[in-house]
């Protein structure tokens, strides 16, 4: 048997209101990205984070709510130390992170995550 837990319960810090809100992100770098420039030449990958909110339902939800660091060049191990805000933000809402390579031709996926609230 297990007693009863009677400590009070708090609330976890990444749960958010059920109405939007604005939420503060910080994608501060990656490490040890695959080199999507492999031809002789090209040097190494040029990384950029894109975060968007999306749906419970995965739906991306729109335009304003995507916020981009720089353009890191020629590196495997981008540090952007970025701030950005998402408005409109609410608890059903995922955040997905994609770490994307740049080139003048297309733009190349290296990586993504998705957060949950």
Known sequence: EHAEDNRPSHAQPSSLPKHPVLLRVHIIRARDLRNADWMPGQGLSDPYCVCQLYTAAGRKVGQKTEI???????????????????????????????????????????GRAELKS
């Open 68 to 110: 981009r660091t720089h353009t890191a060049s020629d590196t495997l191990d981008p540090d952007w130390e970025f701030e950005g805000n998402l408005v409109g933000v609410t608890s059903d809402m995922l955040l997905h992170f994609e770490v994307r390579d740049e080139d003048v031709v297309s733009s190349d996926s290296l």
